[in-house]
């Protein structure tokens, strides 16, 4: 559909917004999702505000927003709805102290701008 703007691209239109994605699960690439990180990588062309990386080192799984930060597995978000898969449960963590926050942030952009070459081509 011709003008059409997926939910992720009028996100990153906001000139507020600046969003950095590290994937990965170490070394072993074999694990991504090889269609969803194409997409990644072609709105990282397409703006300058995401930076998408391949992370090389085992890293936690958080979520960083405005002024929150959360740690989870967030395996939730791993499988399609199966019958054969049965109940896990998930915990995590949430912490909105702004300053704590900023650190963590701080901390996981400058890894992700480490990690090789950031998708920009």
Request: zero cysteines; charged letters at 30%; a positive charge.
């Amino acid at each position: 559909m011709p003008g059409y703007a997926s939910g992720r691209e009028m996100m990153l239109r906001r000139s507020d917004l600046t969003a950095h994605i590290g994937y990965g699960l170490g070394q072993d690439i074999a694990h991504n999702d090889r269609d969803a990180v194409t997409r990644l990588r072609r709105l990282a062309r397409r703006y300058d505000r995401l930076t998408v990386a391949h992370i090389p080192e085992p890293q936690p799984n958080i979520l960083i927003f405005d002024d929150t930060w959360v740690n989870s597995g967030f395996d939730w978000l791993s499988f399609r709805d199966q019958p054969t898969r049965t109940y896990r449960p998930e915990e995590g963590t949430l912490v909105r102290e702004k300053t704590h926050v900023d650190e963590q942030y701080n901390r996981y952009a400058e890894l992700i701008a480490r990690a090789g070459t950031p998708t920009r081509r």
